[in-house]
């Protein structure tokens, strides 16, 4: 008798864990901090981007986003991609498929993940992240499988190859003399198209990837453990991660926000240490901030379950649909954001393509950093909001609904 394969479900929006959803929604808020200012047109920046003669308000913005910002938000990113990698493995064998079978799997959806980079990379963004994720799905598919001591000393490693892979990064900046080279800037389409793709295509396997490795191994070992599905059950490790993850990364990247406030004109190689520096101890702070929106979660856990423990929300809480209202609009609205990442992050290069660009609003020519932060976080609002209509009217994001027929195929 030929069995057919295990069914392949979607997990259903109001029983998805909320911490996740939560932790993505509110990266992204992130995300478009970090990549609004490359869209600018100043002649000469620091490390991360910002301009180099900026007002004082220009600085202050710089200084707290090279702070909390840059170089946190991509670790947090990675540590998620690998849960959710690693989440998605778990459930293909536990409906019944062995491990070539999940393998199988992983390995079409991040190959499906890397066209997505290469088509947003040639059409939008230079800095486009989906391609490195896909890569590393595709490469580095046996973390999957992998012990835990495997996976915590493949991070150790590939932290040091980071910190060397930055300080590079680093000294070429320093002789180029930080000029302004990004490809936003170029107001011919396909000039300005084939540029992105060689600036992705030297940046992806080399820097993005080295960037997301550690922080990707650290997110499967937490998948195992089911931190961030069950963050009731490891209250103990979120709180030390928050509290040491959060400060590791404010303390390492302090230097380099002198530096790049310029309130301290460091040498050329002490400029590059903090630099590396600050990107190594973003992986902690990414980890930290992670840890931070666990444990939000958890206590909206306990509020669920004394909503619950009254008799009017008892029937209710055991339709799967309780718990979700039992959340305020905020929360909804960001974990709707979060199930529905991969469009709104998409939406985020739309929008800034199309406000910034030579080829249409051109409004990187003339806006500050300042500016340019305030219209990220508007950005990022609005796709907060479409994202929160649409799970108000039971619908998927359009990216993943994409990708996900793409892995699976019509059945």
């Not at 107001?187 to 922080?215: C, G, I, K, N, Q």
């Not at 990247?253 to 590396?276: C, D, F, H």
Request: hydrophobic share 55%; aromatic share 8%; glycine share 10%.
């Amino acid at each position: 008798m030929t069995l057919s394969p295990p069914a392949i479900m979607s997990t259903p929006l109001t029983r998805r864990s909320l911490a996740p959803d939560l932790a993505r929604g509110l990266m992204l808020l992130l995300i478009a901090l970090a990549h609004a200012h490359m869209f600018l047109a100043h002649e000469y920046t620091g490390f991360r981007g910002y301009a180099v003669d900026g007002a004082a308000l220009d600085r202050v913005v710089a200084g707290l986003q090279v702070l909390l910002v840059d170089g946190r938000a991509l670790p947090m990113f990675a540590a998620l991609f690998g849960y959710g990698l690693a989440r998605l493995a778990d459930r293909r064998m536990e409906s019944g498929a062995d491990w070539p079978t999940a393998r199988r799997l992983v390995r079409r959806r991040s190959a499906w993940l890397l066209a997505f980079g290469f088509a947003h990379a040639l059409l939008l963004f230079f800095g486009d992240i989906l391609a490195a994720y896909g890569l590393i799905g595709l490469v580095f598919t046996g973390l999957l499988a992998a012990r835990d001591r495997t996976l915590i000393k493949t991070a150790a490693l590939l932290a040091v190859l980071h910190i060397a892979v930055l300080a590079a990064v680093g000294f070429s900046a320093e002789a180029a003399g930080h000029v302004n080279s990004y490809p936003t800037l170029i107001a011919d389409p396909l000039e300005a198209a084939a540029m992105r793709l060689t600036v992705w295509s030297a940046l992806t396997p080399t820097v993005y990837v080295v960037d997301v490795l550690p922080a990707f191994a650290i997110g499967i070992w937490a998948a195992r453990r089911r931190v961030l599905d069950e963050p009731g059950r490891h209250l103990a490790l979120l709180r030390r991660t928050a509290w040491w993850g959060i400060g590791i990364g404010v303390s390492g990247g302090l230097p380099l926000m002198l530096a790049e406030t310029q309130l301290w004109a460091p040498e050329a190689p002490v400029a590059v240490s903090v630099y590396a520096l600050h990107s190594v101890t973003g992986i902690a702070a990414g980890f930290g901030f992670a840890a931070l929106i666990g444990l939000v979660a958890a206590r909206r856990a306990e509020h669920r379950a004394d909503s619950a423990a009254h008799p009017a929300g008892e029937a209710a809480q055991r339709s799967g649909v309780a718990a979700h209202r039992a959340d305020g609009p905020i929360t909804r609205a960001l974990a709707a954001c979060g199930q529905r990442s991969l469009t709104c992050y998409l939406l985020q290069s739309v929008a800034f393509t199309a406000i910034f660009t030579p080829m249409f609003g051109n409004l990187g020519a003339r806006l500050s950093d300042a500016a340019a932060s305030g219209i990220a976080v508007l950005v990022w609002a609005a796709t907060v909001a479409l994202a929160a209509a649409m799970a108000r009217a039971g619908a998927r994001g359009p990216a993943e609904v994409l990708l996900r027929r793409l892995t699976y195929g019509r059945r």
